[in-house]
C-alpha cells in the first residue's frame, strides 16, 4: 500500500524529492518510505537523478 502511495507522490510531484518530504506529502513514517523506495528502485520504477533525491523512471 505505502509503495503505490510514495509513487503517486513522487508521480505528482514536479521535481526530485528527498524520502523525508515524500514521507510528509503521503503522510507516511520515513522509515516505510525508505523500504517502499528500495522495493521501487528494485522494480526499475524510480530513479536518483542524484543522491538521496528520488524520482518516477522516464
Known amino acids: ?10 508521480k505528482e510531484a514536479s521535481r ?4 523525508a518530504e515524500i514521507a510528509e506529502l503521503a503522510g ?5 518510505v525508505d523500504k ?7 522494480e526499475g520504477k524510480i530513479v536518483s537523478p542524484k543522491r538521496c ?4 523512471a522516464e
Open 16 to 19: 526530485p524529492l528527498k524520502s
Open 36 to 42: 517502499a523506495i528500495k522495493k521501487l528502485k528494485k
Open 28 to 32: 507516511l513514517d520515513k522509515k516505510e
Open 1 to 10: 500500500m505505502s509503495v503505490e502511495l510514495v509513487f503517486k507522490v513522487l
Open 53 to 56: 533525491y528520488y524520482a518516477p
